[in-house]
């Protein structure tokens, strides 16, 4: 076994550990640092196939920003974590169910019939001067520029449509009038008033 299989395998334990403590560890900050290893070992993963574009961008964005938000949000909620557990015991046999099943179907679709070796060999090792960002960018503007095109277009759409739902106009709702704003004098605001001086008795 050579080293970089060894690699694999201690990266991927720590992996699976990881993401079975996020789901079966009792306090929300724990689970969300074992979501941060996972985050990680991911990365490392990414890394040994020669993706490092997806490994930083999985570490800046996920760890970076998401999980952070995440931590953030749980520590100032101050969750509960006994009112949230009270039916664990009762959902646990649907969710083994549920568990077997989503384990066989990831069986039957990424198994080693359709992703062995023998379908999809490893990576072939690049020099020193090879940049997968530079391969990544070249594939997406080339090959797949429209495909890319339409999905920004779509967030774009996505996010227009957000923000107009969060700015619709409802009865209970005040909101600011910017134009008004803009288009204030000063004659509006301030008044001057001119008072006799009175002596202090």
Do not use: C
């Amino acid at each position: 076994m050579s080293f970089e299989q060894i690699l694999f395998y201690v990266f991927a334990a720590i992996l699976v550990f990881s993401a079975s403590m996020v789901i079966s560890v009792r306090n929300s900050v724990h689970a969300i640092l074992f979501l941060v290893l996972a985050f990680f070992t991911s990365a490392a993963l990414w890394l040994m196939l020669e993706a490092e574009f997806l490994a930083i961008t999985l570490v800046l964005v996920y760890v970076g920003a998401v999980m952070v938000l995440f931590l953030f949000v749980v520590m100032m909620l101050d969750i509960k974590t006994a009112t949230m557990r009270e039916g664990f015991a009762r959902y646990l046999p649907v969710g083994i169910i549920v568990a077997l099943l989503t384990v066989a179907v990831m069986a039957l679709a990424v198994g080693q019939r359709h992703f062995g070796l023998e379908q999809m060999p490893a990576p072939i090792p690049h020099g020193a001067d090879y940049s997968n960002t530079r391969e990544l960018g070249l594939l997406l503007y080339t090959t797949y520029v429209y495909p890319f095109e339409i999905a920004a277009v779509i967030l774009l759409v996505a996010i227009v449509a957000a923000i107009a739902l969060t700015l619709r106009q409802r009865g209970s709702s005040k909101s600011q009038n910017v134009p008004d704003q803009v288009a204030v004098r000063r004659n509006d605001r301030v008044r001057l008033v001119q008072m006799d001086a009175e002596k202090r008795k």
